[in-house]
């Protein structure tokens, strides 16, 4: 699959090796050029109403906050300029600054692939911050170190960084049919590949087979890797497969499934056609937008493709 996907192709040289630098990041700060981007309950400040884009602020503005110990994120170098994001949660900020904000899952699919990627960076690691205030080794209170890369406890001293969690999306698929179930949190019709966390000690084609077998108790042979996809709610990387189902009974797992039904390659080439090009009907079975990556798994699969 060579697609790029929402949030994928970050455009940014993340330059890693140089996080620890202080009167480097300090001097990229005193640059006149460098942007920030800030969000406030994870939501982006935007520009623009009928076509919104990401609104890349300078610096000065900010520097109240940044000097308050607001979390701040060096995100990487890009166009001959440092990008860096800032949590704006409770920020006193000017009305003029005070632009738009709005929800990441309806803004992204209006941006570049380029701008949702670093979006989707700076999303996923402003959420880690504010949700990993405390060491979680002795319970002190942590601080952000590394340009935003690493808390670090005063009390202990332990160091603590972000981490992606794995999940492995897959269509199981039989001659012509594939598999698909409707989440039971989901209201409507919607109907989309299976899905579930890497466990520990667990290869992710382990992970496709059991999630199958557990989610619709159908049981899995030959898997094959399609792609992967950046996904920041909070911080997921999912991992796209097709699997070969040796079994069609299904029995749903009432606490993951609402149902789950085999669709032939015709039914689910509509289903794509129809969420690609606006919102669900209630009155027919659908598929996730284009935003999500199992939208384009059974594009690809209905459309003949990508086979296991």
Not at 152 to 162: E, G, L, N, T
Not at 250 to 264: K, P, Y
């Amino acid at each position: 699959m060579e697609d790029v996907y929402c949030f994928g192709g970050n455009p940014l040289d993340r330059a890693s090796e140089r996080r620890d630098d202080g009167d480097w990041i300090a001097k990229l700060l005193d640059d006149p050029q460098t942007r920030l981007l800030a969000l406030r309950d994870l939501k982006p400040f935007t520009r623009g109403t009928t076509t919104p884009t990401l609104d890349w602020q300078p610096v000065a503005p900010w520097r109240a906050r940044i000097g308050a110990g607001a979390p701040l994120v060096f995100l990487g170098l890009g166009d001959g300029r440092a990008h860096f994001a800032i949590d704006a949660v409770g920020a006193d900020v000017a009305p003029e600054l005070d632009t738009g904000l709005i929800d990441v899952r309806a803004l992204a699919p209006t941006l570049a692939h380029g701008e949702a990627a670093i979006l989707a960076e700076a999303r996923s690691l402003l959420d880690w911050h504010a949700r990993h205030r405390f060491c979680a080794q002795c319970g002190a209170p942590s601080t952000v170190a590394s340009a935003g890369w690493k808390r670090h406890c005063p009390a202990c001293r332990a160091s603590h960084f972000p981490r992606t969690d794995p999940v492995v999306i897959m269509l199981a698929t039989r001659g012509e049919r594939a598999l698909l179930g409707r989440n039971r949190r989901r209201p409507g019709a919607r109907f989309s590949c299976l899905a579930g966390f890497v466990e520990p000690g667990e290869t992710p084609e382990e992970a496709v087979r059991r999630e199958v077998r557990e989610e619709a108790g159908v049981r899995c042979g030959r898997v094959r890797y399609l792609a992967a996809q950046p996904w920041p709610f909070p911080s997921s990387l999912m991992m796209g497969f097709l699997t070969e189902a040796l079994t069609e009974e299904i029995t749903v797992d009432a606490e993951e499934l609402a149902e789950a039904r085999w669709f032939s390659r015709t039914e689910i080439r509509e289903m794509v056609a129809r969420a690609a090009t606006g919102p669900d009907d209630p009155a027919q079975v659908s598929l996730p937008s284009p935003i999500a990556i199992a939208h384009h798994i059974c594009r690809r699969w209905s459309s003949g493709l990508d086979s296991v």
